[in-house]
């Protein structure tokens, strides 16, 4: 079982549709969250990092649920430059340590 | 402006030859970079810590005598691929860690397709 599992995609969704994404991590000794956008062919990005109390960024809203050890991801009123793989990263001992990624296409 | 470069962006070589990839920290001195590797469909998987001045820490799986990590100073660690061969085709993407929030910064990756 690989220590961060995300959703299996891609997501195929209209212009304007709501998205969510899960991440479940399995290391209770995971210290930080994040969700990073990686474009094709390119390094990843940081997106935002993932509180407890919830955090939104514009369009986006992130949340950690500790208890359960779930992290997931909202994106409403997608755009068509959304398209992207999404990934859901942990910081445990000082490494990143990156889901596998989840491939968003928003379609016209 | 971009704080971490590799060099080469991409690179295809043949089979058994070498393959040098270098990371540079541009706006700050790191004691410590990663080096992932990311394949086709895959997440990013570490694949060594560089440590300036002293011996890389590899991941398990992971063998020190064919990628071969160079930290000679604090603004540059080198990634060799010794004796390449076709399954090491990969993107290898380096980082450094920096500023207050310890915030990870990614070069832009090298993209390594051996013949």
């Known amino acids: 079982r690989k220590e961060v599992e995300q959703d299996p995609g891609p997501f195929n969704v209209p212009e304007g549709a709501t998205v969510a994404f899960n991440c479940t991590y399995s290391n209770s000794a995971s210290q930080s969250f994040f969700w990073y956008r990686q474009d094709c062919r390119k390094e990843p990005k940081l997106l935002m990092s993932?509180?407890?109390s919830g955090n939104e960024d514009g369009r986006f809203t992130a949340q950690l649920n500790r208890a359960s050890q779930y992290i997931s991801l909202l994106i409403r009123d997608s755009k068509l430059s959304d398209s992207a793989t999404y990934l859901c990263?942990?910081?445990?001992?000082?490494?990143?340590?990156f889901g596998q990624g989840t491939e968003l296409s928003v379609k016209p | 402006g971009a704080v971490v470069s590799q060099h080469p962006s991409w690179v295809i070589c043949k089979s058994g030859t070498s393959v040098k990839i270098e990371c540079r920290s541009l706006?700050?001195?790191?004691?410590?970079m990663f080096w992932y590797r990311q394949f086709p469909k895959q997440s990013l998987m570490l694949m060594a810590t560089s440590n300036e001045g002293s011996k890389a820490t590899y991941e398990q799986g992971v063998e020190k005598d064919k990628f071969l990590i160079n930290h000679a100073s604090l603004t540059l660690s080198t990634l060799t691929v010794t004796s390449a061969h076709p399954e090491d085709s990969s993107f290898y993407i380096c980082t450094i860690a920096g500023g207050p929030a310890d915030t990870q910064y990614f070069g832009p990756g090298t993209r390594l397709t051996v013949l």
């Open positions: 993932v509180y407890s």
């Open positions: 990263v942990v910081i445990r001992g000082g490494k990143l340590i």
């Open positions: 706006d700050f001195q790191a004691t410590t």
